[in-house]
């Protein structure tokens, strides 16, 4: 569009256009290539949204260098061919993954560049090799017009539509706009964006992949840009392809700056070296890094760094003489998968584990992997006896991806974890898994040791018992040292026992004795909450005292009653049924009550409709005597509710010192206002009326 011919409205509009494009662009950059973000997500969709208007409103505004752009293409039926015009190659590898991996290389460049031994060392440029695709990016006149895959070398894939979705390339360079500009480099996942796609993928019952070069590849050839663009990918570029009127500069480490300075991102890894012995300590110092990169690498990268020395060595099928890549050990083996044994974590959850062949793999010798749980192991069907993938990247626990089935012999028999583990291997409680749910767990909540600590510090909890001072550091020791096994230990703990843990003196062991005698006293709501029970929190706890009124009632209550309850579904029903059916949960349960652990059961006070129901409350200022809380405890056990701001539908607004404008609102509303005194008479009265 030129100017003269536009009206100012359009011209205004497309000055804003450019300045939105430029400033989006900034914004991308900042965030995917230099990982410091500029703009908080919200202001940045909202100068996204305003291009978008006003390229709807303009069509002609919407260029191909448009953030708005990125996403668009229909699905494709194949990809277009792409012939490269400078052939994209592949490098030699060192498999000596030790230091003379380095030395054999520098020899062999020396050798061939006619060095004697007293000669100066080689400059190198070292960088990171990549786990990921080779894809080739093409800017004329500064615009992204094509970007292609590696294919055999001399004809990729036209794959643009779904490399424009990667946020971290520019659709335009930054600073001049030479002719062309070619740019090489690797399409990768991170580690995180491939475990998050994993489950994702596993979620929606679709296929997941192996690892992340098999979700990167898999992305990138995908023929609907949309799904594509739902792949967090990332880029890393490392080389040049053709270029026409621009500066190439003398070395590789200044290529790799001047594309870091054309606004691609550049690993931050490379470094300019002299000669093996300094090669042979970079490969160690990013080996000594690799587990803790956010992504995956399969080795380094040395590269002659001078060009011209470069070209004068040429290369010999498809391969640089002047490049190498120096390996580390693989990250993925195969070895047989002996058994399947499970782990008990700290809520229950028990995890099929892998007995393996023991295999060397990401640098360790792996003899156990995880096979995170029954629906991965039919999804993926894996089965004792089979030859399995195990994969080990970076910090995580190494996995079991995928079985060889060519490599099956016979007919193995499917794994059934519930069949193979009907009780918890640690304490023999009954295992359960609920219909819904990917997680068999140990039902003895109370009494399972690998429970233990969570059970104890959940029992303890300000909602539950309300044990002052049993925090994370006492439970440690009270486990650890075997003093406490469940929470009756806990009612038999004498003053020596709690005195000699560290950093508890006499006094706060005297303390701690006082909040666990006085939890003795509680409430059954409390105790309900204080038990553990899997999906039963503290207002359905509360739900369940009120309902039953009594433990009993409750500890014999079926799925059927149960689902009377307000809130409780099928699922939390059978979480229930499923604890109290444990006979080690119930026994601990029995000497609770029998150390001295009390409430008021089945109060006949309290009708079960609460003689409050129907009522909402506003808590407003400080009572004289009662906590927020516990005003509250005080409402809801009579069925009233609590509200957290005045309406015209409040009943009372009760009000203690300090009250601000909540009983300003009552006032202006009409709302009546009680003060604590008249609270617990209003309770009484419905009560004694009930
Ligand atoms: S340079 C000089 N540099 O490894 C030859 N390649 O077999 C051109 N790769 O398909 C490649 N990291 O995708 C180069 N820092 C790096 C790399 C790298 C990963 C991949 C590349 C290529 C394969 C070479």
């Known amino acids: 569009m030129t100017a003269q011919h536009a009206t100012p409205d359009a011209q205004a509009a497309a000055g804003r256009a450019a300045a939105l494009r430029a400033e989006i662009a900034r914004h991308d950059h900042a965030y995917y290539v230099l990982d ?48 490269h015009r400078v052939p994209m190659l592949s490098i030699r590898t060192e498999t000596d993954t030790g230091a003379s991996g380095a030395e054999t290389f520098d020899a062999r460049v020396r050798r061939e560049l006619g060095l004697k031994d007293g000669d100066p060392a080689v400059e190198y440029s070292a ?34 539509s779904n490399v424009r979705t990667l946020r971290a390339i520019p659709l335009r360079l930054h600073g001049p706009a030479p002719a062309v500009l070619e ?10 964006d491939f475990e998050a796609l994993n489950r994702r993928q596993a979620e929606a019952g679709e296929k997941t992949f192996v690892n992340p070069r098999n979700a990167a590849a ?67 110092r990013i080996g000594a890094l690799r587990d803790s990169l956010p992504f995956d690498i399969d080795g380094v990268v040395y590269k002659v760094n001078s060009l011209a020395l470069q070209q004068r060595l040429g290369f010999v099928t498809r391969e640089p003489r002047w490049a190498v890549a120096h390996k580390y050990p693989a990250q993925e083996a ?6 399947i044994e499970v782990q008990v974590g700290r809520t229950g959850a ?118 002052d001072g049993l925090g994370d550091k006492v439970v440690e020791q009270l486990v650890d040292n075997a003093i406490v096994k469940t929470p009756v230990d806990l009612y038999r703990l004498g003053i020596l026992a709690l005195a000699g843990l560290e950093r508890m003196g006499e006094k706060s062991a005297q303390n701690l004795l006082a909040a666990i005698d006085k939890s003795r006293s509680t409430t059954l709501a409390r105790f309900i909450f204080a038990l553990g029970i899997r999906n039963v929190g503290e207002a359905t706890a509360r739900e369940l005292a009120r309902q039953f009124g009594k433990l009993d009632a409750l500890m014999a209550a079926d799925e059927v009653a149960l689902q009377q309850v307000p809130d409780v ?36 006070a309290v009708p079960a409709a609460g003689a409050l129901q129907g009522r909402t409350f506003v808590l407003t200022g400080t009572l004289p005597t009662l906590t927020r809380d516990e005003a509250k ?32 609102k009552a006032e202006a509303l009409g709302v009546a206002i009680l003060d604590e005194a008249g609270l617990r008479a209003l309770v009484n009265e419905n009560i004694t009326n009930a």
């Not at 191909?64 to 229909?74: A, E, H, I, M």
């Open 36 to 83: 410091a973000p500029t703009i908080p997500d919200a202001e940045y969709d909202r100068l996204f949204r305003e291009l978008q208007a006003l390229e709807a409103a303009y069509p002609e505004l919407r260029t191909p260098d448009s953030p708005t752009q990125r996403v668009g293409g229909k699905p494709l039926a194949q990809f277009p061919p792409v012939r």
């Open 127 to 160: 960088e990171l090799k990549f786990d990921g695709l080779a894809i080739s990016l093409r800017y004329e006149h500064g615009v992204l017009v094509q970007a292609a895959t590696r294919g055999d070398g001399e004809t990729g894939e036209d794959v643009s």
């Open 183 to 192: 740019i090489r480099g690797e399409v990768y996942l991170r580690r995180d």
């Open 218 to 284: 898999g992305s990138i050839r995908q023929l609907d840009p949309a799904i594509a663009a739902r792949r967090p990918l990332s880029f890393f570029a490392y080389g040049l392809g053709e270029t026409e009127g621009w500066a190439v500069p003398d070395t590789h480490a200044g290529v790799l700056d001047a594309i870091a300075a054309c606004g691609l991102p550049v690993c931050e890894h490379r470094a300019v070296l002299q000669g093996a012995a300094e090669l042979a300590a970079f490969h160690a």
């Open 334 to 339: 195969v070895t047989l998968l002996r058994d």
């Open 350 to 467: 028990l995890t099929p584990v892998a007995r393996l062949e023991p295999v060397f793999v990401g640098g360790v010798t792996v003899t156990n992997a995880t096979l995170h749980n029954q629906d991965e192991i039919d999804r993926k069907d894996v089965r004792i006896g089979d030859w399995v993938i195990v994969r080990r990247a970076g910090d995580v626990i190494p996995e079991v991806v995928a079985p060889v089935p060519e490599r099956r012999t016979g007919e193995l028999p499917r794994f059934d974890l519930l069949a193979r583990f009907p009780t918890c291997p640690v304490c023999g409680s009954h295992v359960v898994r609920g219909e819904d749910e990917a997680v068999a767990r140990c039902s003895g909540g109370l009494f399972c040791p690998a429970q233990r600590r969570q059970a104890l510090l959940h029992f303890a909890g300000r909602r539950a018992m309300d044990i």
């Open 569 to 604: 579904g099928p699922i939390v029903a059978r979480s229930i049924v499923d604890f109290f059916a444990e006979p080690h949960n119930c026994e601990v349960i029995a000497q609770l009550r029998a150390a001295g652990v009390h409430w008021l059961e089945g109060e006949p």
């Open 633 to 664: 405890a005080l409402i809801e056990a009579q069925g009233g509710k609590v509200a957290g701001s005045v309406s015209k539908k409040t009943s009372y607004v009760i009000a203690g010192e300090d009250a601000g404008s909540k009983l300003a």
